[in-house]
């Protein structure tokens, strides 16, 4: 075993004897970017590629350009600089820390410091190295309306310095590993979205044609829904429930927060049931606010979000709850199964992301007016309650399933991440 030495960095460890810490500044030339006046026509969509943060994910090692490209004129005009192939390009803010290499001649925006490594330096050993350092990053980070760090910062920052050879020897054990590592990830990240697809595929088949294949059908009236069973019906969303919304209390009086009563907000909406919230009000807060308390049973989903873009959140409250803004509930009335409402939606989701979402908003949101005119297939309250138990049996299977994969990929990747530790500090000899 080879003798090591304490690094004196808590996030670096011991290192072996003969390696040295080095400042990033001594290993690389580091340029900062810019960004050319974005009125004039003349600046952009030139051959000149121009990267942004945006561009370039911690998935992928190399980037070649971006959503964005600028002509002479557009890189003569700013301080964007022309970056050599085989540098390693840095976010130093939203977010701090993504690092990709590029594989060809491009400028960045002023998000980005780009690393032109110096004699004896082997920028995949560093593109490693950097890679596994987004949180010591961040931590000499700052900024109020979003954390940067500073050119002056990140070239002070220090790193593992073993000689060029060994830079060598890492990352041709790192590539051989990780790639290995990966595939096994993609292996895994393919089967779950063939299961979701198939759960997807199975709940629309239930939703709209029942559990019986050999009912007689008739046309529903709606293209894309296409046959149904002849005794099923088609409603409005509207008349299954009352609609209703929510609200937030002031997060700045502490009598309304922290006490025993969910409060649902978008990033609760995880699965079919909804069990709880993160957030918690007190009845002062439902009583001066102005707030509902819808019973269990009461359909929540989300119309103003983010995550509108592939997925229309929705779950049923197995408890009372109240909501903010970003949601609705709808409390039914008649027969009507609330789980059979959710499942009906889970099988439209890309019907209802597709023909409802608002288009040209600053945020993502549902359009609420037409919506609540979605149409809905209804069957007796006999065959939902059929359905709904036959859905909950074969998702729940599907669902464990995929949960077991993605407990599988997460220990993978903190595996690899685990990996790239040892490697690129000594703690293992290749």
């Known amino acids: 075993m080879r003798a090591m030495k304490d690094s004196g960095i808590e996030w670096i460890g011991a290192i072996p004897q003969n390696w040295e810490l080095r400042k990033i500044k ?27 943060p945006a561009d370039y994910t911690t998935e992928g090692v190399y980037v070649s350009a971006g959503h964005k490209s600028i002509t002479q004129d557009g890189l003569n005009s700013c301080a ?15 977010p701090v820390g993504l690092v990709a290499i590029n594989s060809n001649s491009l400028c960045t925006n002023q998000g980005c410091l780009s690393c032109v490594p110096k004699d004896s330096v082997d920028a995949k050993y560093y593109y490693y190295v950097m890679s596994i350092y987004g949180e010591q990053f961040d931590l000499f980070a700052s900024g109020t309306t979003f954390k940067e760090i500073s050119a002056d910062a990140f070239a002070n920052f220090k790193l593992p310095y073993p000689d060029y050879e060994t830079q060598k020897r890492i990352t041709s054990f790192l590539d051989t590993k990780c790639a290995e590592i990966d595939a096994l990830i993609a292996a895994k990240e393919k089967t779950n979205a063939l299961l979701k697809e198939r ?8 939703v709209t044609k029942g559990l019986d294949p050999t009912v007689p059908m008739k046309d529903s ?60 009000i007190t009845q002062t807060a439902v009583d001066e606010c102005g707030l509902t308390l819808f019973s269990s049973g009461a359909l929540i989903f989300c119309v103003r979000s983010g995550i509108l873009r592939h997925t229309f959140p929705v779950a049923v409250a197995t408890i009372p709850v109240t909501i903010n ?32 979402q608002k288009i040209g908003a600053t945020v993502e949101s549902i ?64």
């Open 26 to 52: 001594t290993n690389f030339d580091i340029i900062a970017g810019a960004t050319p006046k974005s009125g004039e026509a003349s600046f952009w969509d030139g051959d000149i590629p121009w990267i942004t």
């Open 80 to 94: 964007t600089s022309l970056i050599p192939e085989g540098s390693i390009i840095f976010s130093k803010r939203a």
């Open 199 to 206: 759960r997807q595929s199975i709940i629309y088949e239930a």
């Open 221 to 280: 009236g709606v293209e894309w829904i296409g046959e149904i069973p002849e005794g099923w019906k088609i409603t409005a969303l509207k008349r299954l429930g009352t609609p209703a919304t929510g609200s937030t209390p002031s997060k700045d009086n502490a009598d309304y927060w922290d006490g025993d009563i969910p409060w649902v907000s978008s990033k609760d909406i995880k699965s079919d049931y909804l069990l709880d919230s993160e957030d918690h």
């Open 325 to 356: 803004q970003d949601l609705r509930s709808l409390s039914m009335t008649g027969d009507v199964n609330p789980a059979f409402v959710l499942y009906y939606m889970r099988g439209m989701n890309d019907i209802i992301v597709r023909l409802y």
């Open 367 to 430: 359009e609420m007016d037409w919506f609540l005119y979605f149409p809905v297939v209804l069957p007796t309250r006999e065959e939902q309650d059929r359905i709904v138990e036959a859905l909950d049996s074969r998702c729940t299977s599907l669902d464990h399933t995929v949960m077991q994969n993605e407990a599988t990929i997460r220990q993978l990747k903190e595996y690899r991440q685990s990996l790239i530790y040892e490697a690129i500090t000594g703690k293992i000899e290749v």
